[in-house]
Structures are given as structure tokens and as C-alpha cells.
């Protein structure tokens, strides 16, 4: 069955310092890949996203992530981090199911506080 | 685009009574999902469309919950009778994949306490 894993529910990092958030899915076939983000009270927001092609993929706010076959891995990155980057970040699989439909399947997020 | 619409954007009711919540996707998408998010749980999908057809309702709790979609621009989840552990919020959210790749577009979400 697929499945995505995030082994970091939080993660503090200070304002300007790099960041790195672990994402690992079990999917049999190539995966579509997303990360998301979510501020309190909103819904999600589309990060960044993998199909196929180039293996490191920019996404909006200066976001970036790494698809890794071998490690069956996406890690987001972000060089410099802002203390609006404080969020939930979701890291997530799209999973074709046996009769043609698509489903998404979200990991349990990580929770990114910034300290000043 | 106005997006994805859900309504009410917080609901408080008491144990027993049912709740009706509502969206309309963005023109033009013919996959709609319900999500359910608790701190316990994380995002769970309960049920997904294609074309107004349920595909997927697997992740649906119990036969207190169901789900319609009578046309292209309008779902329904409905919980009856409601229980405080159905106190959550619940998102709807709509895509295309042949307009797009898969990019998941939420509304701002249903919060639901059940007293």
C-alpha cells in the first residue's frame, strides 16, 4: 500500500538558518510527489511538486525539493529560513488506485517553529 | 477563480443532531475529496469523486457519514447523528488531472465541534 512517512512532527530552526524537512514514500510505481503548507486556520497550499525530469524541483518561497529514487525520498530544503516559513508542512504521494482514479495520500506533517 | 468554497466555516452543535456540510470545487475539476484533520489523526481522506461518481470511500468512519455529489459543482457531507469524536475540521478540496498534475486545491475548511 502506498504510504508517505515524515519522522519529524516538529522542528525549530532560528530565522536564517537552512532547513531540511525528511520525507519517505513506499509507492511501487514512479510517484507524483508534493509538498504542501499549512498556516493556522487555512487550508493546504500547493509548495512544490515531482512528476518526472529533473530530480530537484523549485517551488514558491524560495522552497526546494530532492527526489531520490534509491532512498524512496523527497526532503524539502530551504537555504535561508524567514519566520514566516512557520507552518505545517505536508509532504504527499498521489496514488493512481484499480479503477483509474487518483488518490492523495498526505504524511503527518511536520510542524516548523522559527525562533528569532 | 474564487477557488474551492466550503460552508459554514465553523459549526457547533450538540451530540445527536446532523450536520450538513457543503462545497462547490472550481469550475472545470472533475475530482472533488473530503478530508477530515485532527491532532490525533493528521489528514485522513474519507471519500473521493470522479465526475460525481464516489470512487473511494474506504477512509468514510461509519455509516454516520455520507457523502454525495449530485452534480459537477456541488458536494455534500453529512454526519447523523453527530458525536464529539467527530469534532475536526473538515476540508474539501478539487483537482483536474487532465487540466493539471495532481495539484490538490483546498478550501479554507469546515471546523466542526460536536458538544
Known amino acids: 500500500a502506498q504510504s508517505v512517512t515524515q519522522p519529524d512532527i516538529h522542528i525549530t530552526v532560528s530565522e536564517g538558518a537552512s532547513l531540511e524537512l525528511r520525507c519517505n514514500y513506499s509507492?511501487?510505481?514512479?510517484?507524483?510527489l508534493f509538498w504542501y503548507v499549512q498556516s493556522p486556520g487555512q487550508g493546504l497550499q500547493l509548495l512544490l511538486k515531482?512528476?518526472?525530469?529533473?530530480?530537484l524541483v523549485q517551488g514558491i518561497k524560495g522552497f526546494e525539493a530532492e527526489f531520490k529514487r534509491s532512498q524512496s525520498s523527497f526532503n524539502l530544503r530551504k537555504p535561508s529560513v524567514h519566520w514566516s516559513d512557520a507552518a505545517e508542512y505536508f509532504c504527499?504521494?498521489?496514488?493512481?488506485?484499480?479503477?483509474?482514479?487518483?488518490?492523495?495520500?498526505f504524511g503527518a506533517g511536520t510542524r516548523l517553529f522559527v525562533k528569532a | 477563480d474564487a477557488g474551492v468554497i466550503q460552508s459554514p466555516r465553523h459549526e457547533v452543535t450538540e451530540m445527536g443532531q446532523e450536520v450538513t456540510l457543503r462545497c462547490k470545487p472550481i469550475?472545470?475539476?472533475?475530482?472533488l475529496f473530503w478530508y477530515r484533520q485532527t491532532m490525533m489523526r493528521g489528514l485522513e481522506l474519507l471519500i473521493y469523486?470522479?465526475?460525481?461518481?464516489?470512487?473511494?470511500d474506504s477512509g468514510m468512519p461509519e455509516d454516520r457519514f455520507s457523502a454525495k455529489m449530485p452534480n459537477a459543482s456541488f458536494s455534500t457531507l453529512k454526519i447523523q447523528p453527530s458525536e464529539p469524536r467527530d469534532s475536526a475540521v473538515y476540508f474539501c478540496?478539487?483537482?483536474?488531472?487532465?487540466?493539471?498534475?495532481?495539484?490538490?486545491?483546498f478550501g479554507e475548511g469546515s471546523r466542526l465541534t460536536v458538544l
Open positions: 515531482y512528476f518526472s525530469g529533473d530530480t
Open positions: 509507492y511501487g510505481a514512479t510517484p507524483y
Open positions: 469550475s472545470g475539476h472533475d475530482y
Open positions: 504527499a504521494v498521489v496514488a493512481t488506485g484499480g479503477t483509474g482514479g487518483f488518490k492523495t495520500i
Open positions: 469523486f470522479n465526475n460525481n461518481v464516489p470512487i473511494d
Open positions: 478540496a478539487s483537482t483536474s488531472y487532465r487540466l493539471n498534475t495532481g495539484e490538490l486545491f
